[in-house]
């Protein structure tokens, strides 16, 4: 997968400068027709929802927070994303190294099977999570006998999150790594490193950048999460409820003002953490 | 300047037909104010809460046979959707072009009529507007293992209750009016017309709710799914399960409301989609003989009050069945349970 | 420098008992891997074959052969070339005037590209029911009309576009920004008008970039359901996408059918992505070319 969201670079420049009319006519046409495109299609639905949710100051956000399992849907949503951040951080790191520095026969696949979570559908996922480890089905059986249950709890969210977000850092540490140069590594080698040593020296705060912007763009993907993880968790409010589903709810029930309130505060979040993503991961590239 | 040379008119001329083709798919039939009789192949668009899906799919294929046979082979096509019974009002109210409308109790039609979409006064129709009837239940698990027999059983603690959610689900309104209605008859545990005994009573069990879902057969397929203990939901919802091979099992509280279902249909869409001929058919086929039939053996009641009441069959008989008239109609009850100040509504968001 | 390869040879330790507990260590850390990825996807995905045939093959047959399943995935289809055919052309334009043109507001621009990915897709269905349900911003404007836009193909099409808006421009914009403005100057001084020399220079260079964001955009069209469950009213035989279709079904307890239909899309997906990934080599590979 390319890299994040990138500022546009100083290098290139439009060089073209036009000198007739028609030329400059062709260069406002262009940009007015991706004015347009954007505002209608990107603009003028975010204002709507700020508008709604903040249009009468703070009593919409107010008013939805004030539902009883409101704050506990964003609490959910916010430590299960940052609890599925941490472990794909590390698992995905894991499996970067793995990816790049071994070789193994069905490396390919695996290289591919991490990607599969990008183009499945998230109900899907869902939907694969509860045939396996869903109260009837044969995994989800055999954890109830040690009383462990994964659908219907913050388990299963967890889960899912995971399995949706799996190939973010993975993608993002991988070319990193790649580009590493061995030499560093071969020197700390020679001058007695254990492996965990050099990797922790030498490797991480390399790719730490990458790390970083992955878990954020994993963070962000988790807080908006809703396909697998309304099949999975039960949506028992207070309990398993996050906040996209509680805006699922809220918008279903047309009560949108309240729904927008929440879905700002969401969105706001992501997009800040989008924000920096591209800024840390800028600093990847060389 | 040509087409070749100029990409921006290239833009503007393909944003149009897609825009024109989006607006195009919407499957309505073109704004025509006049109809001249049916279309070719008239479409219902069908709106119904959330529980009686398979019961309308079987006595819709019922009823495109028989209009078939007799209308020279017409095919008639039904475009069904189901879900909570507010949700379906809202809906056709925000846009949702419904011909047909079946929704859980009177004041979500009246949603409708109110917004202008309904016209005629559908509680002169045949049965009232009504029809199917069922009671409230209690959905436990196999073997009733907690002793559940009345309301008082769901205000004990640690148990876990199901009920949907009254701002989306019929189903729901229904739950706490049968709750509301049975205390101050002197049913479960509390004191007959005791106003503020049926209040803690409603309190208890709301107090032990696990979850709000949006419909019905949400709400029964979460408890299917092992979570809480028990399910309030409709009698028809049990036994529906239980056809499908689920392990539900009903308990049925002493006294309960009479649960009664409104169909009509929805003139101004009616007659804008040029079906009104059709969907007319089809609600005169909801009273009729083959339908009745149909909604018994899918677990409805008789609209005929005598008769819920005895039951019959798989349909045991109530001790105490009553309507929403006792207590005022939906108005009186809306306002004193579901209201900005009612005990319902207190008691979600206290 | 050539084409990076990709994968790095290992550093190799000096003693033979070094050697050995490093390759125990490599040998444990590619298991953890392995064994991350087949908990998290393999089962699941054997899982749901398992389940999908469990009432025997047949069921394949009965489920496909259900006018509201193929309408599901007649709509999910119809929906899925819309959005990709707009998303496509207009990322096109808007990566270019990002790349090539500069303005005040160009860094907004850029900002307003990413915000799709921002939203949760409920989020996005939500905006369309405060644009054009009761009391929306454009309710009284398409009623005049006659066009129906909630509960109707055109609101499905506008929340699926507003979701797959930045996948073209992010992969393009990064290969525009690297090549070709030498190629370009060069060809529009030899008397290529603009259009010539997008279709002959331009196009070539971003081509294997386009199509990853076509691909990528595709897979995600496909699998929406958060915004589209709520702006489609989920009526069946009309407003019902695959994904809905999976939804209903779940909820009719047509498990069996959900499954099979869950199994067409993975396998769809599978073949997406094998899609994908070449199209991912392909275009490293031409990025990484001097």
Same mark, same amino acid.
């Given at each position: ?61 107010r008013t939805a927070l004030a539902i009883p399992y409101a704050w506990t849907a964003i609490r959910l949503t916010l430590i299960t994303a940052a609890a599925a951040t941490v472990i794909n951080a590390v698992m995905g790191t894991l499996l970067a190294w793995v990816l790049v520095r071994y070789r193994f026969p069905g490396r390919r696949v695996l290289s591919s099977m991490v990607d599969l979570p990008m183009a499945i559908p998230t109900l899907v996922t869902g939907l694969m999570i509860l045939t396996l480890y869903g109260p009837n089905a044969p995994i989800g059986k055999f954890l109830d006998r040690f009383g462990i249950q994964v659908a219907f709890t913050w388990v299963g969210i967890l889960l899912a999150l995971c399995v949706v977000t799996l190939p973010l850092v993975v993608r993002q540490v991988q070319p990193v790594l790649l580009e590493l140069d061995p030499a560093e590594e071969e020197a700390a080698a020679t001058l007695g ?94 | 300047?040509?087409? /070749? ?46 529980? +009686? ?37 809202? /809906? ?5 072009? *419904?011909? &047909? ?27 009232? !507007? ?6 409230? &239940?209690?959905?436990? /698990?196999?073997?009733? +293992? ?24 019929? !189903? ?10 049975? *205390?101050? /008859? !002197? ?16 309190? !208890? &069990? ?81 009273? $009729? ?8 053996? *899918? ?12 039951? $019959? ?33 207190q008691a979600q968001t206290g | 420098m050539s084409a990076p390869s990709d994968v790095a040879t290992p550093t190799t330790p000096a003693t033979g008992a070094a050697r050995r507990r490093s390759r125990l260590a490599r040998g444990a850390l590619a298991a953890a891997a392995i064994a991350y990825v087949a908990l998290l996807l393999l089962l699941p995905l054997i899982g749901i074959v398992t389940k999908a045939f469990e009432p025997g093959v047949s069921i394949i047959g009965d489920t496909l052969s259900r006018p509201e399943v193929r309408h599901a995935f007649l709509l999910t289809g119809i929906i899925t070339v819309i959005t990709v055919a707009v998303t496509t052309f207009f990322g096109l334009v808007v990566a270019w005037v990002l790349v090539r043109q500069r303005f005040l507001g160009r860094a907004l621009m850029n900002a307003v590209v990413d915000l799709p990915f921002a939203l949760s897709p409920v989020t996005v269905g939500l ?59 060069? @060809?529009?001084?030899?008397? #290529? @008008? ?32 958060? #915004? ?10 009309? %407003?019902?996408?695959? %994904? ?45 070319? %001097?």
């Open positions: 997968m390319s890299d994040a969201a990138q500022t546009v670079s100083g290098r290139s420049t439009a060089r073209w400068a036009p000198h007739r009319t028609a030329a400059a006519l062709r260069h406002l046409g262009l940009r007015g027709a991706a004015i347009v495109y954007l505002g209608a299609m990107v603009a003028v639905p975010v204002a709507a929802i700020v508008s709604s949710g903040f249009g009468d100051g703070l009593t919409s956000f490193a254990g492996a965990w040593l050099s990797f922790r020296k030498v490797v991480l705060p390399a790719v730490r950048p990458a790390i970083v912007g992955g878990a954020l763009l994993t963070f962000a993907r988790c807080i908006g999460e809703f396909g697998s993880v309304v099949l999975v968790s039960g949506n028992i409010a207070g309990k398993t409820l996050t906040a996209p589903v509680f805006i699922y709810q809220l918008a279903n029930q047309f009560r949108p003002a309240e729904a927008a309130a929440i879905a700002t505060l969401m969105f706001t979040i992501s997009f800040v953490l989008v924000l920096v993503t591209a800024r840390v991961t800028r600093r990847v590239e060389v | 300047m040509s087409l /070749r040379t100029n990409p921006i008119r290239w833009a503007t001329l393909a944003l149009v037909p897609i825009l024109a083709l989006s607006a195009c798919g919407s499957g309505t039939a073109d704004g025509a104010t006049t109809c001249d009789g049916l279309p070719d192949q008239p479409t219902i668009s069908f709106a119904a809460y959330s529980t +009686p899906r398979e019961a309308y799919g079987k006595i819709i294929s019922a009823f495109k046979s028989s209009w078939k046979d007799e209308h020279d082979g017409q095919e008639v096509i039904f475009q069904e959707s189901y879900d909570g019974s507010t949700l379906q009002a809202s /809906r056709v109210v925000s846009g949702y072009e *419904a011909d &047909v409308v079946a929704l859980s109790l009177g004041p979500d039609v009246d949603q409708i009529a109110d917004a202008g979409l309904i016209t005629h006064d559908w509680t002169t129709e045949a049965d009232g !507007g009504m029809v199917t009837t069922s009671v409230v &239940v209690f959905d436990v /698990r196999p073997g009733n +293992p907690l002793g559940i027999t009345d309301w008082n059983d769901l205000t004990k603690p640690g148990v876990e209750v199901l009920t949907p959610d009254p701002a989306s689900s019929g !189903g729901a309104r229904w739950n706490l009016v049968s709750a509301w209605g049975s *205390a101050l /008859r !002197g049913y479960g545990g509390a004191t007959k017309d005791d106003e503020a005994g049926a209040t803690t009573l409603m309190q !208890g &069990v709301l107090g032990n709710v696990l979850a709000y879902d949006s419909s019905a057969r949400k709400s029964i397929q979460n408890f299917e799914d092992g979570n809480g203990d028990v399910a309030i939901t409709y009698e028809n919802e049990v036994l529906t399960a239980q056809a499908a091979g689920k392990e539900d099992e009903a308990v049925y509280p002493p006294s309960s409301v009479l649960i009664e279902n409104p169909v009509t249909v929805v003139d101004t869409n009616v007659d804008k989609h040029c079906v009104r001929e059709v969907a007319e058919a089809f609600v005169e086929y909801l009273h $009729g003989d083959e339908a009745k039939q149909i909604f018994a053996d *899918a677990g409805y009641r008789s609209t005929d009050l005598a008769t819920a009441q005895k039951g $019959g069959g798989d349909f045991p008989a109530i001790e105490d069945l009553w309507d929403v008239d006792e207590f005022g109609g939906w108005d009186a009850l809306t306002g004193k349970l579901f209201g900005d100040t009612g005990i319902v509504t | 905006a369309a029911v405060l644009l054009f349900g009761t009391g929306g911003w454009f309710t009284d404007f398409v009623a005049a009309r006659g066009i129906q836009v909630l509960f109707a193909l055109p609101s499905m099409v506008l929340v699926t576009i507003f979701i797959c808006i930045p996948f073209t421009i992010r992969e393009v914009v990064p290969v525009l920004e690297e090549f070709g403005l030498d190629e370009e100057d060069a @060809s529009r001084t030899l008397g #290529a @008008s603009i259009w010539q020399t997008f279709r002959r220079v331009t196009l070539p260079n971003i081509r294997w970039a386009l199509l990853y964001g076509v691909a990528l955009s595709t897979a995600r069209a496909i699998g929406e359901i958060g #915004a589209v469950l709520i702006v489609s009213g989920t009526i069946s035989g009309k %407003t019902e996408t695959a %994904t809905i279709y999976i939804f209903s079904a779940l909820e009719e307890r047509l498990e069996a059918q959900a499954h099979v239909v869950a199994l067409v899309l993975a396998a769809v997906s599978i073949v997406l992505l094998v899609g994908i990934e070449w199209l991912h080599r392909r275009n490293e590979l031409e990025r990484s070319r %001097t």
